[in-house]
């Protein structure tokens, strides 16, 4: 079998995800919504959808990939995009049920951890080692950018007196440009879109960053901790939250100029977020984490989910409910009993 999704590559057939029986109880480490439906993307290659808002699950059954899949959007109702290791990037025209293969590069030891569906047919794909790649045709083809955001505004310094040897003042503008170039390699666990043009990515090692035009172009944000983070979430108005590593928490009223930092309850990873319909912020994470906020995510209440297993992306569901993917496969979540502090899972 050959296609010119990859013979264009000079590359062979590849191979696809093997039909599953427990396809939906698998390892599924994202989630996103098709129109109505809802798709996960996991282990093996394997995706799975729901048109019942999570009651049930149907395998793909076209998915040219088995590596770990890390990362699903979708563009509408119809055309979606899922990355994974192996620098994998799949593309869908009907809803999630089948997928081609558009680009895969697994010398480079560059896995793709998150993609962003946008206007206009473009897409973002981003991942280890500040790996970043664009698409203007919906993935059917890509190019790969060099990361290179510039850092945060440093507070302004008097001018070199006149006596300053000219070389001293050099260095120094050498060494601001320096700062910003190529990223670090740090990499970039995900990517979100915030209000307009405007995008977040969470990274490694604290890093965070906003964009105000789509991606064009990146500024490093000012960040509370040094530790990764995994996700962020944009709210209402200028106020967003990010988080990561052992429970931590914060949230910006400006965008993440500054940062407050939230109370959780839990120093267990936090990974993934959504915001429901009426407002209330859910975040869960591992160990069955389920942070839920019916304030903006200005203070949270932990539900503890009973069997533990770990959480890694989640979506509005229903009224009250999320549709949860993680180490168990996916689930709904009930988040009704959030202000006594009870969770309700299913």
């Not at 050099?170 to 405007?198: F, K, Q, T, W």
């Not at 496969?329 to 009930?334: D, E, F, N, P, Q």
Request: aromatic fraction near 6%; glycine fraction near 14%.
């Amino acid at each position: 079998m050959a296609g010119p999704a990859w013979a264009d590559e000079g590359r062979t057939a590849p191979l696809y995800a093997e039909p599953a029986r427990l396809a939906a109880h698998s390892l599924l480490v994202a989630i996103a919504t098709a129109g109505e439906r809802l798709v996960a993307v996991g282990d093996r290659g394997i995706v799975v959808f729901s048109d019942d808002k999570g009651g049930s699950w149907t395998q793909a059954a076209s998915v040219p990939s088995q590596v770990l899949l890390t990362g699903v959007c979708f563009l509408d109702a119809q055309h979606g995009v899922a990355v994974g290791h192996d620098e994998v990037i799949l593309t869908s025209a009907d809803a999630g049920r089948t997928w081609q293969r558009t680009h895969y590069a697994p010398e480079a030891q560059h896995p793709l951890l998150d993609v962003w569906c946008g206007a206009d047919r473009h897409v973002i794909a981003i991942g280890a080692y500040s790996t970043y790649l664009t698409s203007e045709d919906a993935g059917a083809s890509w190019r790969e950018v060099g990361f290179t955001p510039a850092p945060w505004p440093k507070p302004a310094t008097p001018a070199p007196s006149a006596s300053a040897p000219p070389a001293a003042a050099g260095r120094a503008v050498v060494a601001a440009a320096d700062e910003g170039a190529g990223g670090g390699g740090y990499h970039l666990n995900r990517i979100v879109a915030g209000s307009g043009a405007r995008l977040y990515i969470a990274g490694e090692a604290g890093h965070l960053y906003r964009s105000e035009d789509s991606g064009s172009s990146w500024l490093t944000l000012p960040s509370p901790y040094e530790g990764s983070f995994f996700g962020v979430l944009p709210l209402a108005g200028e106020a967003v939250l990010a988080f990561g590593l052992r429970g931590n928490l914060y949230r910006s009223e400006d965008a993440g100029s500054s940062w407050r930092r939230i109370e959780t309850g839990t120093a267990e990873m936090l990974d993934g977020a959504t915001r429901l319909d009426d407002g209330t912020v859910a975040i869960v994470g591992l160990s069955g984490v389920v942070l839920v906020s019916r304030d903006a995510g200005r203070t949270f209440m932990l539900l503890q989910q009973a069997d533990r297993a770990g959480l890694a992306a989640a979506v509005t569901a229903a009224d009250e409910k999320l549709a949860a993917v993680g180490e168990g496969g996916a689930r709904v979540i009930a988040v009704t009993g959030a202000a006594a502090g009870s969770g309700d899972t299913r």
